[in-house]
């Protein structure tokens, strides 16, 4: 069965039709771009998002000249708009899951934070939805409903009333062991009585739609990191992925097992299928692609391709906390401003490009070591997607800081392969996950060349750094 995957992304929407062998066949890509405000805000335009997803469907539909089956849709997974459920129409802007302007709601509402994290397996933070739904009826309108986007997509495409549970366990108001609304979270938020999406699996038929031509089936919807995870085949407890985009984000399977964290991390369903719910730990670093794409603002970059090229060997003792965005797992601190440490009169371009690209590859270090910490399974092996991983020096500086192989995947569509094989478990009740996922061999495997102790010696310093971004109370 030929598949049109949609996966709806924070700088871009891309479309991708996956024939009967799982070729694919067509990719368009359609980029949107946030807005970064002053005091912590990030939004999009709603009605770019939606015209994103139409453009690229359909000219992926047109140039793949096949019959397609299904419609499938991975997307952002925390970012919220209000909308009218009447007309469809948008009433704000689509508030993006890096937006931190909840931060005060979150202070307000910290005497429920071990509630939230018991019920939720989240932390109470401004990248989930709830404070930024809570944010919204507060600053902008208490008209229509407020949602994920995922639902306003979803009805535009077919006029239900829907969004999955990988989404809404994102959202600190879902039960993650029951997979239902939380009517005492829901108080907690100030948004008792919002009309809320009825709650899908992943597997599950939602809609039709006649939006990129003849009617089909509304399928596979899904998180996009959990849609990534589940093309890269990390279908058992403790294999992980990380997928660099705007942001990272690394996940590790822990199958039925709803692990509640100790160490700062979050626990997401990591998908429904065939009537289970499989989870998942994770891990984000806010800025990623978001920091190269700064550097190119900046004009210390000519563009990402570039990168490489344009790191030194070293970083020459500089030093470079990703905290453009504040800082997530495990340290949640919104507040963390990013920094450079360690300059000198010697200090070049070329060490803070090198400086940026280690202080990913060490945050993220940090990521695997507490999920092995928090799961009792070490990660053996890394699995790696996204834009970033054409950056060999990145993908040698994870590997060394790991001290673990980087099988980077073979597809730069990971995402949108992963809401495809969800299309075709709806269509095909015969179909085994691990058959629609199918196998892979990695395109490139880094193994670690630095030493161990060396490792530890930069993790520690990187550390050190860390904590130096981070206003002093509350420390």
Request: aromatic fraction near 6%; charge should be negative.
């Amino acid at each position: 069965m030929s598949v049109l995957a949609i996966d709806q992304g924070t700088s871009g929407t891309k479309a991708i039709v996956v024939d009967d062998a799982g070729v694919v066949r067509a990719v368009v890509e359609v980029p949107v771009r946030p807005v970064y405000l002053s005091g912590g805000g990030v939004e999009q335009d709603p009605d770019q998002l939606l015209a994103s997803v139409l453009e690229a469907g359909r000219r992926a539909y047109a140039a793949a000249g096949l019959s397609i089956e299904a419609v499938s849709l991975a997307n952002q997974g925390e970012t919220v708009l209000a909308w009218d459920p009447r007309t469809g129409q948008p009433l704000s802007q689509a508030i993006v899951w890096q937006d931190n302007r909840s931060a005060g709601i979150c202070e307000g509402l910290s005497g429920h934070a071990a509630l939230i994290a018991l019920r939720t397996g989240l932390v109470l933070d401004p990248y989930f939805s709830a404070p930024k739904m809570t944010w919204l009826r507060r600053n902008v309108t208490l008209e229509g409903v407020v949602t994920t986007t995922d639902a306003w997509l979803v009805h535009h495409l077919t006029g239900e009333f829907v969004s999955d549970v990988t989404t809404a366990s994102r959202s600190l108001i879902l039960d993650l062991d029951t997979t239902r609304w939380d009517p005492e979270l829901l108080g907690i938020f100030g948004l008792e009585g919002e009309p809320l999406p009825r709650l899908v699996g992943c597997d599950e038929v939602v809609g039709t739609t006649s939006a990129f031509g003849p009617r089909i089936p509304v399928v596979g919807l899904i998180v996009d990191q959990q849609a990534a995870l589940l093309a890269e085949g990390c279908l058992t407890p403790g294999m992980a992925k990380c997928t660099y985009g705007t942001g990272a984000f690394v996940l590790a399977s822990t199958g039925a097992d709803a692990v509640r964290s100790t160490t700062g991390l979050t626990t997401s369903v990591a998908w429904r299928m065939r009537g289970a719910t499989d989870y998942c730990v994770d891990g984000q670093v806010l800025t990623a692609g978001s920091a190269v794409r700064w550097l190119e603002d900046l004009g210390i970059i000519g563009s990402s391709a570039g990168l490489d090229a344009a790191a030194a060997a070293d970083s020459g003792g500089v030093l470079f906390t990703p905290a453009l965005a504040g800082l997530a797992a495990p340290w949640w601190r919104s507040d963390a401003r990013a920094a450079f440490t360690g300059m000198s009169l010697s200090t070049g371009a070329s060490h803070l490009v090198r400086a940026v690209i280690d202080g990913i590859a060490a945050q993220i270090a940090d990521l695997v070591g507490v999920i092995a910490e928090d799961t009792g399974v070490p990660i053996a092996r890394l699995r790696v997607d996204g834009g970033l991983t054409n950056s060999r020096v990145l993908m040698q500086t994870q590997a060394d800081l790991l001290q673990a192989p980087v099988d980077v995947y073979p597809s730069a569509h990971a995402t949108a392969l992963g809401a495809a094989a969800l299309a075709r478990l709806a269509l095909d009740p015969t179909l085994r996950p691990a058959d629609a996922v199918g196998g892979w061999v990695p395109s490139t495997t880094y193994e670690p060349r630095m030493s161990a102790d060396e490792a530890a010696h930069h993790l520690a310093t990187w550390r050190s750094a860390i904590h130096r971004v981070m206003p002093q109370a509350g420390i």
